[in-house]
């Protein structure tokens, strides 16, 4: 029997998804403001180790700094420009800290889905750095976050460092021995590209007890048939598109 899913189907992709700028405390506003229960986003070190929120391992297409983002320590990484890239509207908005987010989330009442994303080198560090301080952030909560990532080499340290938060194993198309590596990784769930997606293995990955998400899903129409596969939630960057209450 597959326990239900016990939070919100419909995530917010990098926070406010299309609507805000990625990975910013604006965006995770946003989500929250529209109704939403839960966001993703993305967390990489700085230089000086602290967890932030940010998608490349380089500043230049997010911020309106250069150069890579392991090299900035992050008073540096704070006083950068996170939001003009995105719009006039949100000029000002800066690079938040895992620590903020967190703290914002828990605030606003949001469900979170922390994918640790570490630059290249930084796989076991960043996993440790992440889980410490996500057990710090939700420790004795009710609601706990969702620790995710594309390297299973973070996913083990985060396990070895917060072996109670959930872990969910993370990957672009479902390759063979995907099973063995996330039950290796003891994770509770497996989030995938839901382009590559069959419903034969949205059988496959439920029938062997995991919980099943997808990303980006930013067509109704693809959100409709997943969860008819019976796909436990969705990351979306279309949050005018699709509701909260879509699922
Ligand atoms: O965690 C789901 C999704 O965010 C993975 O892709 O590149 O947007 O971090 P990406
Ligand atoms: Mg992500």
Redesign the pocket.
Known sequence: MHRTWPHPRVVC??GGGALAPENTLAGIRKAAAMGFGGV???VMLSADKVPLLI?DETLDRTTNGRGSVTAMPYARLASLDAGAWFSPEYRGERVPSFEEAGKLCAQLGLWANV?I?PARGFERETGVAVAKLALELWGGASISPLLSSFEPASLEAARAAAPGLDRGYLTDRLGSGWDEAARALGCVSVHCNCKYLTEGQADEVRGAGYWLLC?TVNEPVIARRLFSWGIDAIFTDRLDLIPPDFA
Do not use: G, L, T
């Open positions: 992709h990098r993703e986003f993305d998608h994918e994303k990303y």
